[in-house]
């Protein structure tokens, strides 16, 4: 019997309501697709890992190497459809189901493999990771970071007063989130907004304070269907706008300063409002620490595997062999014949891709489809305290080296 591990990244996507107005933004790229290679992080030896498209074969033999051994499986799935839509698990053979959110088509292949109990519902997943959801949370237990839900134009050009983030309630890594600064930017979404209404499409979206801030972070916890909870830790992460770029561990000081202010006291009301709720599984809490050092403890609720716990997970990997995780994204411009291999290839020549155990390294968690002309690798930069900065630095002058050019 066997664990699987599998998952949808762009998971927002599938709880939607579909009658939702939408913000102006950007068309959404493939790049979530690829993202599935990142959950061989929580595999151990004869789990499953399920993904959407093929392994680079180089890539698979790198994580073996270093000790994330699994079996794998593919499930073709075209491009924006859920994967679990697509795989074809053999129902004797599976024991636990671990996904990366639970969404509707999630619970569809649970209950085929007659695993559905190891899940909270759909809905109920849908319902917590909305915006509207943890705003209403904060509200009600008094916390600093509260926003204002508005459900018409008329609402949000009220709310706008002044520099703010207006916020999807399902927007997610600086998609469908939009900093407004000036009256034009707020009239241009107005007339969006209002083009869409005129067609029967209905607003709900969370404006909040521009804040000034000092530190992004995050911490996760794991809920069970009894409703016990454990906090799993607490990571720093690095945006690039309101787009994760990476993860770090949280320092001993920031952790005592947290301490000090009750922050997690404030998740384990989290907890306990999820659990109520009825979610149960992996949750991670967006936070921010203000440039005057006040803490807003809950931004958003992530109801569901998160890049911050793919990095706690590695982290607690490493820390026996007195090593640190960072997690990070590399956006590259890519020579015509050049792809993941080429990258490993110059990693090992400078001696820096990590093998497991004791000895530093670069491990490459995805980027099986990385070709011209560019595209984003994920790396855990696993080095001993303090040395993240230059090994980074030797992971791009290795990658230039393989025709990857830093974008």
Not at 24 to 35: K, N
Not at 65 to 78: K, R
Request: proline share 6%.
């Amino acid at each position: 019997m066997t664990t699987v591990h599998l998952g949808t990244f762009d998971a927002e996507r599938w709880w939607r309501p579909d009658d939702l107005a939408e913000l102006p933004a950007a068309p959404a790229g493939t790049a979530a697709d690829g993202m599935d290679e990142l959950l061989a992080a929580f595999c151990a030896p004869g789990d499953l890992l399920v993904t959407r498209a093929p392994m680079a074969g180089r890539l698979r033999e790198a994580m073996t190497d270093c000790g994330l051994a699994f079996d794998h499986h593919v499930a073709p799935a075209p491009a924006g459809t859920p994967v679990e839509r697509h795989a074809r698990l053999d129902p004797g053979a599976v024991s636990v189901l671990r996904p990366y959110a639970v969404l509707p088509d999630t619970v569809a292949l649970a209950r085929r493999l007659g695993r559905a109990d190891q899940l909270p519902t759909a809905d109920v997943a849908g319902r917590v990771n909305s915006k509207t959801w943890s705003n209403r949370l904060v509200r009600e237990l008094g916390l600093p970071g509260a926003g204002r839900v508005v459900r018409s134009v008329a609402e949000l050009s009220a709310a706008a007063d002044g520099a703010v983030v207006v916020k999807d309630p399902y927007g997610v890594s600086g998609r469908a989130m939009l900093d407004v600064r000036t009256p034009g930017v707020l009239k241009a979404i107005a007339r969006t907004l209002g083009d869409q209404v005129a067609r029967g499409r209905r607003v709900e979206l969370l404006v909040q304070p521009k804040y000034a801030k000092r530190t992004d972070f995050s911490g996760h916890l794991s809920i069970t269907p009894g409703g016990a909870w454990e906090l799993l830790g607490v990571q720093v992460m690095e945006n690039r706008g309101f787009r994760h770029i990476g993860s770090s561990p949280a320092s001993p000081g920031f952790l005592a300063k947290l301490t000090a202010g009750g922050y997690f006291d404030v998740l384990a009301a989290v907890a306990e409002a999820l659990r109520r709720a009825g979610y149960w599984g992996p949750a991670g809490v967006d936070s921010m620490e203000l440039a005057d050092g006040t803490i807003v403890p809950v931004l958003e609720i992530n109801a569901r595997r998160s890049l911050g716990l793919v990095s706690l997970t590695l982290d607690r990997r490493v820390a026996g062999h007195g090593l640190r995780c960072h997690l990070r994204h590399e956006e590259f411009r890519v020579a015509p014949g050049r792809g993941v291999a080429d990258l490993l290839d110059a990693l090992r020549r400078d001696g820096i891709l990590y093998k497991g155990g004791s000895s530093p390294g670069v491990l490459v968690l995805s980027g099986s489809a990385l070709a011209a002309p560019g595209g984003r690798v994920c790396c855990a930069l696993v080095c001993a305290p303090g040395e993240a900065a230059g090994l980074r630095g030797r992971l791009l002058t290795a990658a230039i080296a393989a025709g990857l050019t830093p974008r």
